[in-house]
């Protein structure tokens, strides 16, 4: 079965700052890779995936990801972070016919 | 507007209580799931539908039970042998075909609390 290591359980940062929330994928076959967003009492919402193709993702309010094969890896990253980034970010991987969700990193975009 | 939703947003039940979460989705989508997710915790699966009339059970079914008499519902009850129901509880949906097959569309959530 699939799986995915978050990193980073908490990413503080300051507001305009870059950010870089780590995903590591469990193996080296060909998979698909999802970023999700959660707002505090709400439901996720996808930010990007990688299915095939480029390796860097554009997703949603401004970030975007790389698939990187060789490291295992789906490191989201932002340029410059605003204060209504603070969320939980989710990574996930299809394993059999479910997504398998890692822990959660919790960003918070300080003033 | 396509999407999925779930009422009520906060329910409210005395312990022993059975308590029924409904989820309806209009993406005309084949699967549907329930998780459950704790304060500071990731997402569990609780039950899946990758077709009406089948479900199977997830990592934490215990407690719970479901119906998919019809492709846009799912409802999740919460019976009385669930010993910790406090819970954030989220719906999705995915279609069933290809890569993006993959990708959940999610509802807004039930926050079940129960004293």
């Known amino acids: 079965a699939q799986s995915v290591t978050q990193l980073d359980s908490q990413v503080p940062v300051f507001e305009e700052a870059p950010v870089e929330l780590r995903c590591n994928y469990s193996?080296?076959?060909?998979?698909?890779l999802f970023w999700y967003v959660q707002y505090p009492n709400q439901g996720l919402q996808l930010l990007l995936k990688y299915l095939s193709g480029s390796t860097l993702v554009k997703g949603i309010n401004g970030f975007e990801a790389e698939f990187n094969k060789s490291q295992t890896s789906f490191h989201l990253r932002k340029p410059s972070v605003h204060i209504s980034d603070t969320a939980e970010y989710f990574c996930?991987?299809?394993?059999?016919?479910?997504?398998?969700f890692g822990e959660g990193t919790q960003l918070t975009v300080n003033p | 507007d396509g999407g999925i939703t779930q009422s009520p947003k906060y329910l409210f039940r005395k312990e022993g209580q059975n308590v029924t979460l409904s989820c309806e989705q209009n993406l005309n989508h084949d699967a549907m799931y329930w998780y459950r997710q704790d304060p500071g915790q990731g997402l569990r699966l609780i039950y899946y539908s990758q077709i009406v009339n089948d479900f199977q059970k997830g990592d934490i079914a215990e407690g719970y039970s479901v119906s998919r008499e019809k492709k846009e519902s799912f409802p999740l009850t919460v019976t009385s042998a669930q010993k910790n129901p406090t819970a954030f509880y989220l719906c999705a949906s995915s279609g069933t075909s290809g890569g993006g097959s993959y990708e959940q569309y999610f509802g807004p959530g039930t926050r079940l609390t129960v004293t």
């Open positions: 193996s080296s076959v060909s998979v698909y």
């Open positions: 996930a991987v299809p394993s059999g016919s479910r997504l398998t």
